[in-house]
């Protein structure tokens, strides 16, 4: 389901932030290989609170890669 596209490309993202390969690539991968890919952009804490509510509410639980 969402959840597990969603936690399996961003386990991915943990493990490539170890690796040199730049973060427009590996979303690239992840659209080829026919995942999902959500990227958001706040500015404001209570913008982030209310994208992860959406997020959580739309396909599970999830991990924050920048929050983690």
Do not use: H, R
């Amino acid at each position: 389901g969402w959840g597990a596209g969603l936690g399996g490309f961003l386990g991915a993202t943990v493990g490539a932030a170890k690796k040199p390969k730049p973060f427009s690539d590996l979303v690239k991968d992840a659209i080829t290989n026919d995942q999902y890919v959500v990227i958001v952009e706040t500015l404001s804490e209570q913008e982030t609170s209310q994208t992860q509510d959406i997020i959580k509410a739309a396909v599970g639980d999830y991990t924050d890669v920048a929050q983690a």
